[in-house]
Antibody
Framework: EVQLVESGGGLVQPGGSLRLSCTAS????????MTWVRQAPGKGLEWISY????????YYADSVKGRFTISRDNAKNSVYLQMNSLRAEDTAVYYC??????????????WGQGTLVTVSS | SFELTQPLSVSVAPGQTASITCGGN??????VHWYQQKPGQAPVLVIY???NRPSGIPERFSGSNSGNTATLTISRAQAGDEADYYC????????FGGGTKLTVL
């Protein structure tokens, strides 16, 4: 059974940092890209970062570029999101998702349960 | 960057057919994927690559994509289908539509 478990969320002050982790099981982690998607309270889904299976291709949404860093440790079946210079508008549930890519498209068939990040003083 | 437009809400009577649209410039040239999200839960993929259903998704869910509009169709709608639905394409990033709230009443 595919499982994705996020951790590391919590309450942080504006300007602070958090590191989210997502640990995968039930599939060959090295065969899949991974994605972080967030959802602010009462809002829609917002893609924020992508990392390819070997970790050599990385993309960020403009809203987090320069502040967030995605990485993965294939030996630990884990993907991470280092979040710095956090702002109130970063408050959201953060999901990691297993992302399947072909030559023309990518989509996410499996998602974690999400971890809540609250940025507030 | 590529943008996707969805209606904010769609209503359907139980047993009837609901259609949720996703508009984008020449979206028919892209693969479209659809997710269902119920309150407090993670999204679930219900259609991938325009019309394919993952295992476990009822045949009542179908998709199409042509021109500037992709459509998710839910036949014989049930109360359990009430959820937010998001379309998504890939454009060097995952691009999501704004989401459509489906009400079954």
């Amino acid at each position: 059974e595919v499982q994705l478990v996020e951790s590391g969320g919590g309450l942080v002050q504006p300007g602070g940092s958090l590191r989210l982790s997502c640990t995968a099981s039930g599939f060959t982690f090295t065969s899949y890209s991974m994605t972080w998607v967030r959802q602010a309270p009462g809002k829609g889904l917002e893609w924020i970062s992508y990392i390819s299976s070997p970790g050599t291709t990385i993309y960020y949404a403009d809203s987090v570029k320069g502040r967030f860093t995605i990485s993965r440790d294939n030996a630990k079946n884990s993907v991470y999101l280092q979040m710095n210079s956090l702002r109130a508008e970063d408050t959201a549930v953060y999901y990691c998702a297993r992302t399947y890519c072909t030559a023309s498209t990518c989509y996410s068939a499996y998602w974690g349960q999400g971890t809540l990040v609250t940025v507030s003083s | 960057s590529f943008e996707l437009t969805q209606p904010l809400s769609v209503s359907v009577a139980p047993g009837q057919t609901a259609s949720i649209t996703c508009g984008g410039n020449n979206i028919g040239s892209k693969d479209v994927h659809w997710y269902q999200q119920k309150p407090g839960q993670a999204p679930v993929l219900v259609i991938y690559r325009d019309y394919n259903r993952p295992s476990g998704i009822p045949e009542r869910f179908s998709g199409s994509n042509s021109g500037n509009t992709a459509t998710l169709t839910i036949s014989r709608a049930q109360a359990g289908d009430e959820a937010d639905y998001y379309c998504q394409v890939w454009d060097t990033r995952l691009v999501f539509g704004g989401g459509t709230k489906l009400t079954v009443l």
